[in-house]
């Protein structure tokens, strides 16, 4: 797991140079759904998406299944996922981090290494204690009548084959992501 972050670190470094800055995603958790947005103007959206089994919210720790609230960047794309395709946001945030230190779940040492990777345009640490390879991503070989019936992921976002296929089209590593 640390020798795939450490190549994931050192292969995206400059993320946010990449992806077109007025095109960005809104994630509606409550809704299952993602809006493609330009600027305030919807162009598209993804119906029936899949996310954590423990819902989404603040997550509190590594393990707990939730799709965290908040806004990343898509960090790097996996081509060769084992869910077909994979696109890695840049959690934990500052803001995930400054929670987690004030409720004691991170130490400084590891609040001081997320806001660090976030200064420097780099992909956070994935293996703390706030877990990590949360993502976006299509459903490999799993069943798809699992994916329209339940939320089955451990805090990502899932999209069918050929809606991932779809919206590899439009986005790229940069490209901002809201997650309410």
Not at 57 to 64: A, E, I, L, T
Not at 99 to 116: F, G, P, Q, S
């Amino acid at each position: 797991m640390m020798r795939i972050c450490s190549i994931v670190c050192c292969m995206f470094l400059a993320f946010s140079a990449v992806a077109d800055d007025d095109l960005w995603l809104l994630v509606d958790t409550k809704a299952r759904k993602i809006e493609v947005k330009k600027g305030d103007k919807t162009v598209e959206t993804i119906d029936k998406i899949a996310i954590g089994r423990g819902g989404a919210g603040v997550k509190n720790h590594r393990g707990d299944n939730i799709t965290p609230f908040g806004d990343y960047r898509i960090g790097w794309v996996g081509e060769k996922s084992m869910f077909k395709r994979f696109f890695g946001l840049n959690y934990p945030s500052v803001q995930d981090a400054e929670n987690a230190l004030r409720r004691k779940v991170i130490d400084e040492y590891t609040y001081n290494r997320i806001v660090y990777a976030h200064q420097f345009h780099q992909i956070p640490p994935q293996n703390t204690p706030l877990g990590g390879q949360i993502g976006i991503h299509g459903l490999g070989s799993a069943d798809k009548r699992v994916h329209e019936v339940f939320d089955w992921t451990h805090g990502c976002i899932a999209l069918t084959n050929t809606q991932i296929d779809h919206l590899s089209q439009l986005v790229s590593p940069g490209t901002l992501v809201k997650i309410k």
